[in-house]
C-alpha cells in the first residue's frame, strides 16, 4: 500500500506494439476483475486515472468530446463500484 504513488488505467485491444489508450473495459485487453481485485487487496485508497485518449484507436471517432468523457466518467464510476465490492467482500 504504501509502496504504490498513483495508478493509471486504461484498456487496449491485446495487439502488441499498439498502445491504444481506451476508455477501461472497451478493447478486451484487459482484465478488469482482476485490476479491481488487486487495487482493493493492495489497500490503495487515492486516486486513480483514467488514461485514455480519444483519438488513437478509432473507436471513438464519432463521438463528440462530451459522449467520449461521459463513457469514460461511467467506465470510472464502474471500476470504482467494483473495487469497493471487493474491499466489501474482504471485510465481511
Known sequence: KDK??????HDNTGEV???KH????????VDFEHVAKMIAISGYDKSIMLESIQKTSGRYDDLTPEAFYKR???AAK???????KYKAEMEA
Open 17 to 19: 506494439g499498439k498502445d
Open 78 to 84: 464502474k471500476l470504482a463500484a467494483m473495487v469497493e
Open 72 to 74: 469514460a466518467g461511467d
Open 22 to 29: 481506451m476508455v477501461p473495459f472497451d478493447g478486451g485487453g
Open 4 to 9: 504504490i504513488i498513483a495508478i493509471h488505467v
